[in-house]
């Protein structure tokens, strides 16, 4: 790697400043949008698939020979159509197109790359709504034993179906409107990525200078303005790290992790009666999870400490310490069904009720964080469920996901349709259905349930 590796920094440096100064342009479409998400693999030993089984960053067959080969051209166009938007802002009817295009250039066996876009306008009725933005942008060099990722990327965490106590580097837009929105939710980080490999385990180091934070479904009433902090100016306070020692292979896969930074969920603290500033207050968090076979059942598992700014719970804005955790198992019933069941718990440290403030104002805000947050009771249960069928040779899939929060008795259920039309030709069919009281997770979100339909051409 070392007689590599001097050229390759120097190469990683002028595309890295090439990726910071693209970024703005491709926002210059919409100035509000900062960033999307994608899916890569977390290390080259750990590659993502796609719906045909092949590596996330496997270039197009039919581009295998000369540069278009090597420039590993691809992506995707998709039109769709919403009853509800998820902004929380009462639109409804929205038809949408997007283009997703991106690169996988090869530089031989020493590094690669990925560069991919989005381009997409969710409500075509209404002027004003089209988005530009970079999703990934880094460059992979790859040693016997050590792998370095720079650039914007998107770093997964967690063994957990959906639940994630562990998966706190990687923000997400959960205002997002696809068919495949748990997958394409994610948004990308300016990062640095070091993987050290010895044997069947690896060490990953991370340094992300430049954050950026969740999107999140919030719209002010009449007579309230919300501003956010978004804390994405590289202050060294801003600045977060990250370790984990990963374990693949053989009977029980785990890992150890630990994440020092800023929240990418945000905090709302009024400094008027009419004025809410959304913050992003430093965490830390220690964690855990496993991954193993029993028989025919797979099982897992994921737990997380996580330390706020708000040790004492005196603070009725920032969040209070929590433990999370998930247990689950899956199993094939059938060749084409699978069924996936989880319990999770949430015990909040220094717990003190929102609700029995007596200023109005504190109180309001400090209700709508607990909600968001999931802190309106001391401890929380649930279930999730997952279940997945396919006909007809596998171009047919049906889906049904849900969770259920035992306290409040909110629930979130996703049944969908897939059909595969030709290899390049997909459509989905789905209803996003959020149900409860008001002052609970899903039961807040109520407004945004909605019928969508997709068609979805990759190439």
Do not use: C
């Not at 400094?271 to 965490?283: A, D, K, V």
């Amino acid at each position: 790697m070392s007689r590599h590796l001097g050229p390759a920094l120097a190469v990683a440096g002028s595309i890295a400043g090439f990726l910071l100064a693209f970024e703005p342009a491709l926002s210059a479409v919409d100035s509000s949008s900062r960033s999307a998400e994608a899916g890569p693999a977390d290390s080259p030993a750990q590659a993502a698939t796609t719906d045909q089984g092949l590596p996330d960053d496997f270039p197009p067959p039919a581009s295998t020979n000369g540069w278009l080969g090597r420039a590993g051209l691809g992506g995707f166009v998709r039109a769709d159509y919403y009853s509800g938007s998820k902004r929380l802002d009462d639109t409804h009817s929205l038809p949408g197109l997007t283009f997703q295009p991106k690169a996988l250039p090869k530089f031989g066996s020493w590094g690669d790359g990925k560069v991919e876009a989005r381009i997409t306008d969710q409500d075509l009725r209404r002027t004003g709504g089209a988005q530009a933005r970079l999703l990934e942008g880094y460059l992979n060099f790859y040693g016997p034993s050590l792998d370095v990722r720079v650039g914007k990327q998107i770093i997964t965490w967690g063994r957990a179906d959906a639940l994630n106590p562990t998966d706190n580097l990687t923000p997400k837009d959960f205002t997002l409107l696809s068919a495949k929105d748990e997958e394409e939710r994610r948004i990308g980080s300016y990062a640095i990525k070091a993987n050290v490999y010895r044997g069947t385990y690896t060490l990953s180091a991370i340094w992300i200078p430049l954050f950026n934070p969740s999107t999140i479904p919030l719209t002010a009433p009449p007579g309230l303005t919300i501003t956010e902090d978004k804390r994405d100016s590289g202050a060294f306070t801003y600045q977060a790290l990250a370790l984990k020692l990963d374990q693949t292979g053989g009977d029980l896969d785990w890992s150890v992790s630990y994440y020092a930074g800023l929240d990418v969920n945000p905090i709302g603290v009024p400094l008027s009666p009419t004025r809410i500033e959304l913050r992003h207050t430093r965490i830390q968090v220690v964690g855990a999870d496993f991954a193993r076979t029993v028989g025919r059942y797979g099982v897992r598992g994921e737990v997380a400490y996580t330390h706020t700014q708000n040790a004492s719970g005196v603070d009725p804005f920032i969040k209070k310490p929590f433990l999370f955790a998930v247990l689950g198992a899956d199993r094939d019933l059938a060749e084409d069904l699978n069924v996936n069941l989880q319990v999770y718990q949430r015990t909040i440290v220094n717990y003190r009720d929102p609700f029995a403030i007596s200023d109005p104002v504190v109180r309001f805000a400090s209700v709508q964080n607990a909600t968001f947050n999931q802190q309106l009771d001391r401890y929380q249960f649930g279930l999730t469920g997952r279940i997945k069928a396919a006909w007809w040779h596998q171009t047919l899939e049906s889906e049904v996901l849900g969770v259920w929060n035992a306290n409040r008795g909110d629930v979130f259920v996703r049944p969908s349709l897939a059909y595969a039309f030709t290899d390049v030709w997909k459509g989905f069919i789905g209803w996003d259905v959020f149900t409860g009281q008001r002052n609970s997770f899903f039961g807040r979100l109520q407004p945004t349930s909605a019928f969508f339909a997709e068609l979805r051409a990759t190439f």
